[in-house]
């Protein structure tokens, strides 16, 4: 996911695709422990795609780069 797209969503769509992806990042550690995952950049991606959500709900807490909290 790119950050335009992130920026262009409001808190609370972020909010809930953040604890979403939380939740399949777990679920595919568990699994490349157990099983092993056929695509392991995956994890990387996600992982990425986590931090670009926090990193933009971050900036809008605090009102860098002229965000505004929305919603």
Known sequence: MKAKEVRG????????????????????????LTEGIADPAKIRRSRRDLARMRTILRERELGVRGQKSRG
């Open 9 to 32: 969503k409001e808190d609370g769509e972020i909010q809930f695709e953040l604890e979403k992806l939380e939740q399949e990042l777990f679920g595919m550690k568990f699994r490349t």
